[in-house]
């Protein structure tokens, strides 16, 4: 897999290469000059970012040409499906921006013609009834320098495959006794052209026909005929579809007569580094309890990524920046994190919340005061307000904040140095007390009661900020701060188990204190910036009582810079 870049010439400004392909069809008048896409998820898992950027093209390509989009289910693999899945995969759509309004469609719907369809070719000498096991097939296959051999039952008579593709489907022979296939070119350059399959028998329940099919059709001999069932113009799907494109094709001309056919046209997936993007290996590791669910916020799922705090917007400006081109890549997750920084800081209000509490004593303020000062929510919107906060003799400080031996440069608290207190006073650091195991249990500090905003000190410049909580009113919460998913960069390039590959270290769990507003404030799913630790997200959890946060990303950007050149 190469990096991704732009792709190399991009004409139309602001449009990828599939819109600019949508765009000339409509000026040249094609099907009546009408725009309909589709997406069409398997309901076999949950929906990831890699199938956001399916719908943001299909969802979002519509809207811009005034189209329309379908919601279409593929559920032509009954074993795997389930209900849940297709609810999940309705809420993350709506949750990304987009709405299939009464376009909401099941390829199922079309069982009934597609196996019309079937019969059809079956009499017209252009399907039959394979008895052989498929491991026959796949050795009578060829390779794509060989042509294949052919099947000993593709002269069989018409009638004898008709016959034995009713009984296929009325549950007369195990699963793999038989199969349909096409007849059409077992010397074909293109492998799919190799009589594929059409039908397989599968005897499990659908979840929404019941029992009434034995038969199934095939991905092939479903997608292009649903597509042309509804109209669909342009069938917008990943690369590894390219091959089958002829097929697609093949079998729409089946149905299709000169005036309409759908058109099929590929981009390249969405890969992220640290994480694997395939249905079967994410279900893998929830059947497996290797993370705690579909949701889990380390997951690339689109409710994992909802937990952990990402927005919609978040992962449209990351889709726009990867874009869509023609070859593979492996996309950075760090640019995702950065987009989320940009999105996250326009958004979240800044709160106080020590994340690892020491306890700085200022010895020269009054016990039993308080005094109150004002926070900023948000400095980048100004609508956003501000909201109060305690300040008294004993308050938490981050242990990171202070050092008793400091490198050069260290601008936080030391023996005999200042800082100021965010939003507060300049202190001065007069000592500390260890702990039995020589860890520091309390640092002491005056303050100097001449620095409070609007007083003549205000001015007086100190190297170091430290944000703090006030003790007395410190309201607990706990934090989970989470690393990648997996400790490699790639793990689907690498050989052996990739449930190996996992990351042992990828969540860490604290204790945290908050200031008292935040308490009043948080609500499922609400996004804040830590000052100087990074954002988090309210979790729909709570631990004994209190509440839970995840950490989206921290503040750090390693992009920032270069994106900025
Ligand atoms: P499966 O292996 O189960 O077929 P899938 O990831 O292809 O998994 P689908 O439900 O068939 O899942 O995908 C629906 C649509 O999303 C398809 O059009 C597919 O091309 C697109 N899609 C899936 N994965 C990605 C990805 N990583 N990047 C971009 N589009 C994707
Ligand atoms: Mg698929």
Not at 374 to 392: V, W
Not at 475 to 493: G, H, I, K, Q, W
Request: glycine share 6%.
């Amino acid at each position: 897999m190469t990096e991704t870049t732009t792709p190399a010439a991009a004409p139309e400004e602001g449009l990828n290469f599939v819109e600019q392909e949508i765009k000339a069809d409509l000026e040249a008048g094609k099907n009546g000059g009408r725009l309909n896409t589709r997406f069409p998820p398997e309901p076999n898992g949950y929906l990831h970012i890699g199938h956001a950027k399916a719908i943001i093209m299909d969802f979002g390509s519509a809207e811009k040409f005034g189209g329309t989009c379908n919601l279409r289910f593929d559920d032509t693999n009954p074993q795997k499906e389930d209900t849940e899945y297709a609810d999940a995969i309705k809420r993350d759509i709506h949750w990304l921006g987009y709405d299939w309004e009464d376009r909401l469609y099941y390829a199922s719907d079309y069982f009934e013609k597609l196996y019309e369809l079937a019969e059809r070719m079956i009499r017209e000498g252009k399907a039959y009834v394979d008895e052989q096991t498929s491991e026959q097939i796949a050795a009578q296959k060829g390779t794509p320098t060989q042509p294949g051999q052919h099947s000993p039952f593709r002269g069989r008579p018409v009638e004898e495959s008709l016959d034995l593709f009713h009984r296929m489907n009325a549950g007369e022979f195990p699963e793999g006794a038989m199969v349909l296939r096409a007849k059409i070119d077992m010397a074909s350059d293109n492998m799919h052209f190799r009589d594929p399959i059409m039908y397989r028998i599968i005897h499990a329940p659908h979840w929404r026909t019941g029992e009434k099919w034995k038969v199934y059709p095939m991905y092939d001999f479903a997608h292009g005929q649903s597509d042309y069932f509804e109209g669909v113009t342009h069938s917008i799907c990943t690369l590894e579809f390219v091959p089958h494109r002829p097929l697609y094709e093949w079998f729409v001309k089946e149905l299709a007569d000169e005036s309409y056919c759908p058109r099929q046209i590929e981009f390249n997936r969405l890969n992220l580094t640290y994480t694997v993007m395939s249905k079967r290996k994410l279900k893998q590791l929830v059947d497996e309890k290797l993370v705690s669910g579909w949701d889990d916020p380390r997951m690339p799922t689109l409710c994992g990524l909802r937990r952990r705090g990402y927005t919609p917007e978040a992962i449209k400006d990351f889709v726009r920046r990867i874009g869509y081109t023609k070859y593979e890549a492996l996309n950075h997750i760090e640019l995702l994190e950065h987009s989320a920084r940009e999105n996250l800081n326009k958004t979240a209000t800044r709160v106080s919340v020590v994340v690892n509490p020491v306890k700085l004593i200022l010895t020269n303020y009054p016990e039993g005061k308080t005094e109150t000062v004002e926070l900023t929510n948000n400095p980048e919107d100004p609508q956003s307000g501000t909201h109060e906060m305690p300040f008294s003799r004993e308050l938490w400080i981050e242990r990171e904040d202070f050092m008793e031996n400091p490198p050069k440069k260290f601008f936080r608290l030391t023996p005999g140095g200042e800082v100021r207190l965010k939003g507060a006073y300049i202190i001065k650091c007069t000592g500390v007390k260890h702990g039995p195991d020589g860890e520091i249990e309390e640092i002491y500090a005056e303050y100097d009661p001449d620095t409070l905003s609007g007083m003549p000190g205000a001015t007086r410049k100190v190297k170091g900020t430290l944000h703090w909580v006030s003790v007395p009113t410190a309201v607990e919460a706990t934090v989970r701060d989470y690393d990648r998913l997996f400790s490699v960069e790639n793990p689907s390039a690498e050989e052996g188990d990739f449930r190996d590959l996992l990351n042992p270290d990828s969540l860490k769990t604290r204790r945290v204190m908050m200031e008292p507003w935040l308490a009043q404030d948080l609500a499922p799913e609400k996004h804040y910036q830590f000052q100087r630790i990074g954002y988090y997200t309210v979790d729909p959890d709570t631990d004994e009582g209190r509440p839970v946060f995840n950490r989206t990303v921290g503040l750090k950007d390693p992009f920032a810079k270069i994106l900025k050149q």
